[in-house]
């Protein structure tokens, strides 16, 4: 009881504190804080619009190519693999989420950008070019390579979260499909996915909580360059890279607080989102609890 | 489970109670914080005096920004700091003192496999760079300064860094103070609103986008260029000479910037006179109160500030940090006399 309150306390002290020392920025920039995109601390003029589009975009690109994947590794991990796959399989994928998010940025400089750089941003420039997504120069870092590095990151979470929400599907609705005469794909179609849908949800806006509030490996490859481009080749910025970057060497009180106020909307960010997948979980295994399959 | 937290708790106090008051007095604990830049000479400073005399210092490198912050809120002894104080940090730390500690160079470092000889940049040449107005490397500004170098028809690729640093401080310092419209536009900080360029995290960052693209420039602490092998370019100084950045030229550089350097050390040292001087070169300070609130403290720091600046700059080489000149050295410790405990 008392360690629960203390929890309780602890955020609201948080919330508290961080509010406070925002109140600067909050009073300086108000609303502007959300919507300009000027970032100059020299001239201490604050905007954290591209953070936000960074963090935003960045983060939407990682779904985009980790639910299919994900949900694929779900799938087969629990409708269609043999039994002595199963369990060194999803063992191999959740060891993807033990490693260090540094080593992941490791990675992306030093392995995935030159390989994109070189090999995969000819190939869209040249058959997906006319979309202003694929257009201009590609240094190797930039938001593509960080929404692709954030997609490994989070295909652990998505794929062992649905995994289980497949497995806690009741084998009555798997048999009644089978017996109407669906076909394999159709029973996992409308038996499994159909029933576990709020729960897959759940799952991929944990994935996305993840990806909104990644530092490290994000702000190796992105570029780090506050500015709004359409084109994915173009370098950004996110909210928790802009901190992580430049809170140590933050001079003077209304930098910082404008670094605490991205801070606080980050925070309120994935507060909300995790707040979401609360609740579709919650909702899905409540309707699961009469017979769960093992 | 309560038992047993009850006894961890009873368990630490007693040791602490015991340990704590003999502890105190055998060994005089210095608390510090700051800057990143000279964390491993300032440790091997720490290590090497803690042998001569019983003190042990506890120093956060926690970046310059947060250095000053916490000298100034005085949550600790001294502070450091590649930046020196703006005026208004200064007037909410009265009393404060700059004392340089040692000294550094930042290069530009370049991935052109191509070019075997080593580069040479003129101030203008690298501001334009920056500010992107020269956006090709084989551009007639950089060939002219350059000849014979096989220059390549290809963007240049600027890296910055991107976390804050006193390193973004020296090299934009050195920017404004060659070029006007920098100046103007952009400014000097620790970070800066960039008008070109990819943002690395340190270092390592910075270099790893340079390594990763052909074409690729960007500016990095000169150890950091040394330990890691890459090239840096040659860099034209107040006086006229190309200089290839080294030890030895950054000291040349400190030393060019003595004679018009005011007596509490604030001031940027880059684009200094001196034949031989690399220009973007800077000091890093130790943050101190004139007058110490605690006697025993303000002794034994004295004492060690009084011996870095003297003896312990030998320990600067090894690490490639560029010793204080000895002129400068004798006005550091008029400094240090000041000091009150």
Known sequence: MLTALSVTALTLLLIYSMVTNALPAIQKFG??????????????IFGALPFIYGTLVSSA????????ISLGIAIYLAELAPQFIRQPLSFLIELLAAIPSVVYGFWGIFGLAPFLRTAVQPFLSKYLGFLPLFQGQFFGVGMLTAGIILSIMIIPTISSISREVFLAVPSNQREAATALGATRWETIRLAVLGYSKTGVWGAVILGLGRAIGETMAVTMVIGNRPQISVSLFAPGYTMASVIANEFTEATGKLYLSSLVEIGVILFFLTLIINGIARFLIWKVSNKAKGRIRE | MKKFFLGLILTTLALSLTAGPTLANKLLLINGAGGTFPYPLYSKWFYEYAKIEPVNFNYQAIGSGAGIKQITERTVDF?????????????????????PMTAGAVVISYNLPQVTQRLKFTPDVLADIYLGKITKWNDPRISRINPGANLPNEGILVAHRSDGSGTTNIFTSYLSSVSPEWKKKVGFSTSVNWPVGLGGKGNQGVSGIIKQAEGGMGYIELAYAITNNLPYADLQNKAGNFITPTIETTTEA?????????????????????????????VTWILVYKNQPNHVIGEELVKFLRWAITDGQKYSVDLLY????????????????EINY
């Open chain 2, 322 to 337: 560029a010793p204080l000149p000895e002129s400068m050295v004798k006005k550091i410790e008029q400094r240090i006399d």
């Open chain 1, 31 to 44: 609303w502007h804080f959300l919507f300009t995109s000027t970032w100059d601390p020299v001239k201490e």
């Open chain 2, 254 to 282: 400190i030393n060019g910037a003595l004679s018009h350097m005011p007596d509490d050390f604030r001031v940027s040292c880059v684009n200094p006179g001196g034949a031989n001087a690399y220009p973007i070169s800077g």
């Open chain 2, 79 to 99: 502070g450091a700091s590649d930046a020196a104080l703006t005026d208004k940090q200064m007037k909410q730390a009265p009393g404060l003192l700059h004392i």
């Open chain 1, 61 to 68: 690109l990682a779904l985009l190519i980790a639910v299919p």
